[in-house]
């Protein structure tokens, strides 16, 4: 398997990054260095890749760090970069490649501190003669500060670097930041290429693939999931229940209690294993004895973790959130779709019974007011309104539609 085989139903991105690792590798056996930056060039030193959710722009990145880095001995007689065999490819999918970073962030947004560290190691040539890749999986997560400061990186490139930026759409990235990029637009990818992967590699049942490629909506991690999770399948199942249990004030309120305590017993078994190992982690680097006292400066790294952790927290509580509130919106435009008598697949096929009944129970005007009161919700949470409070008055608005 090369490095490209997770980029499910994106022939057109594939094909632009293999050209582009071409003709780096080209310019490195040259001896030229990096390829100019513009249009004109296939390589150049800074990239943006954005997409819908779970299209894979991190994957599409990752797979270019990997192609960067190949060393196949195939590729001297014309092999495609990124085999995903040789040593440079499997240490950049494993993480340990020395020569490519990945930023990620398990809290709300990544500080200007972190970025200022990325600027001064893009300047540093690579170990290994070839490429020094820097990957920020969630550039949209950047702060104002964090956002200037990489702008000084990507818009003054030292020789052999590459930057690669991650986002969900281009107006989520500084407009100074964008136009310096190459931008490459992943696309929802079709349900069964997605219902092809979970066959191929991950041993799914076709049928069930299938239903699971459906209801992901084109995100392949969320397909993965509830082809192969039972208690994610399970949690889905409750919150389609949902609109048929809005027929009343009572209805509504104790739904919305339901799907923010779900959200936040998320939040907390994530915080019951990952914070007590990085905690011991802490512990152990600054060779603090079992109730012994905490050495010098060892309180103040503890108080840094400690706020990580709780944005990381809050973080989760979200994006828990935020998929149950995506399978609302599929649940009603499938509604809508019967409502309208259009064709195709709907996502959720495996809940007929519940589609029909909900469209048969209002108009197709009820139904595009309750998918906008789902997108309000989601809109209120992104302001930081209080998740209750926030999912009460879609909840309730369900009903009132």
């Known amino acids: 398997m090369s490095v490209w085989d997770d980029l499910v139903g994106q022939d057109r991105v594939v094909e632009q990054l293999q050209a582009a690792a071409r003709a780096a590798r080209a310019s490195v056996l040259a001896g030229r260095g990096q390829a100019p930056a513009g249009n004109a060039s296939l390589m150049t030193h800074a990239w943006l890749f954005t997409g819908p959710p779970g299209a894979g722009q991190v994957t599409a990145a990752r797979a270019f760090a990997a192609a960067l880095q190949c060393t196949s001995p195939d590729l001297d007689l014309g092999g495609v970069p990124g085999c995903g065999f040789c040593d440079g490819c499997h240490t950049v999918l ?21 970025m200022r560290d990325l600027v001064l190691r893009a300047a540093s040539y690579p170990t290994g003669g070839r490429w020094s890749v820097i990957l920020v999986d969630a550039a949209h997560r950047l702060t104002e500060a964090a956002a200037n400061a990489l702008l000084k990186g990507v818009e003054e490139p030292s020789p052999r670097t590459v930057w690669l930026l991650c986002a969900p759409s281009v107006q989520d990235v500084l407009p100074t930041i964008r136009s310096r990029c190459r931008l490459l637009v992943l696309r929802t ?15 799914v049942e076709p049928a069930a693939a299938r239903v699971a490629a459906l ?51 998320d939040a907390e ?33 503890v108080k840094e973790l400690e706020k990580r952790q ?61 998918i906008e009161a789902v997108l309000a919700c989601r809109r209120a949470l992104d302001r930081n309104v209080d998740p209750l409070l926030a999912v009460e008055a879609m909840t309730v608005a369900l009903r009132a539609g």
Do not use: W
């Not at 609109?243 to 305590?261: M, S, W, Y």
């Not at 011991?280 to 103040?300: F, I, K, N, S, V």
């Not at 399978?327 to 509604?335: H, S």
């Open 94 to 114: 494993s993480g340990s490649h020395a020569d490519v970073k990945q930023v990620r962030t398990d809290g709300l947004s990544i500080g200007v501190g972190d």
């Open 189 to 203: 990818p079709a349900a069964e290429a997605v219902a092809d992967m979970l066959v191929r590699r991950d041993g």
């Open 215 to 265: 209801a992901g909506q084109g995100d392949i991690d969320r397909s993965r999931r509830l082809a192969v999770d039972e208690q994610a399948r399970a949690r889905r199942a409750e919150v389609l229940r949902i609109p048929l249990e809005v027929a009343d004030l009572g209805g509504c309120l104790a739904a919305a209690q339901r799907l923010v305590d779900t959200a936040k017993a």
């Open 269 to 301: 078994a994530l915080a019951e294993t990952q914070d007590a190992r990085e905690t011991e982690d802490l512990r152990a680097a600054y060779g603090a004895a079992e109730g012994g006292r905490a050495p010098r400066g060892m309180a103040g790294a």
């Open 310 to 370: 709780k944005s990381r927290a809050t973080r989760t509580r979200r994006e828990t959130l935020n998929v149950a509130l995506g399978d609302l919106l599929g649940f009603y435009r499938d509604v809508l779709a019967l409502q309208l008598g259009a064709g195709g697949a709907l996502a959720n096929d495996d809940q007929r019974p519940a589609l029909q009944r909900v469209a048969g129970e209002g108009a197709a005007e009820n139904t595009l007011r309750r």
